[in-house]
Nanobody, 125 residues
């Protein structure tokens, strides 16, 4: 059974940092591209960062230079390091996996094959 479990969210002050984790089971990263997606009330769902099967990365303009996606392949975990957080970064963060994502549009897929339950990030003073 494919499972994705996010962790690491919480309350942080503007300018602070968090590292989100996504533990995967039932498949390996070699079989899928991974994408972190954010959903905030009143806003469009936004793909933030993609990690390809060959370790390529893509980032949304809003997070470029602040967020970094990476993985521990042996442990089947992906991470999202989030620095210089802003109030606009508040939302629910989801880890997704898709074995057939088209790389040029990995940030703007209408859906992904597998989703985690999400972890809440709140940026506030």
């Amino acid at each position: 059974e494919v499972q994705l479990v996010e962790s690491g969210g919480g309350l942080v002050q503007p300018g602070g940092s968090l590292r989100l984790s996504c533990a995967a089971s039932g498949f390996t990263f070699r079989s899928a591209a991974m994408t972190w997606v954010r959903q905030a009330p009143g806003k469009e769902r936004e793909g933030l960062a993609c990690l390809g099967r060959s370790d390529g990365t893509k980032y949304a303009d809003s997070v470029t230079g602040r967020f970094t996606i990476s993985s521990d392949k042996a442990a089947n975990i992906i991470y999202l390091q989030m620095n210089n957080l802003k109030s606009e970064d508040t939302g629910m963060y989801y880890c997704t996996a898709d074995p057939a994502v088209w790389w040029p549009t990995c940030l703007s897929q209408s859906s992904y094959n597998y989703w985690g339950q999400g972890t809440q990030v709140t940026v506030s003073s």
